[in-house]
């Protein structure tokens, strides 16, 4: 019986390291985090630098509907210590990939009612889901 309590600490060790290998959740905050590679069921967060007071806002072109489901609409916060009226904040999306597959995620920075001018940024990433 003490054998079995040896072994205790050394299974629980390998079992905590095979769980610190694969995330639930992928976070991305910039463009050369792409492209990414999800496993079904992954929650994938996009945090990019926002500032619709300037009349800028990102705008999903393509949602990698085949592959991704969304969880809710673009978050906006704020730093808390931007005590600055107008100060730039961070625009976020939830995202589950569903099922396996490849897809393409494509935002754009713009103000929407100039439609004529190139976006001020594109955010590109293509995704796997295995």
């Known amino acids: 019986m003490t054998a079995v309590y040896r072994l205790l600490p050394p299974l629980s060790l390998a079992l905590l390291a095979g769980c610190a290998t ?52 673009e978050v906006y916060s704020n730093p808390e210590d931007a005590a600055l009226v107008g100060s730039a904040g961070k625009s976020t999306w939830r995202y589950t990939a569903k099922q396996p597959g490849e897809g393409h995620l494509l935002m754009t920075y713009q103000r929407p009612w100039e439609t004529d001018v190139a976006p001020a940024q594109t955010f590109d990433c293509n995704i796997k889901v295995k």
């Open 22 to 73: 694969h995330s639930s959740t992928v976070n991305v905050q910039q463009q050369s985090d792409c492209p990414l590679s999800l496993t079904t069921g992954q929650q994938l967060i996009i945090t990019l630098p926002s500032n619709p007071t300037t009349g800028f806002r990102w705008v999903v072109r393509d949602a990698a509907p085949t592959v991704l489901t969304s969880l809710g609409p």
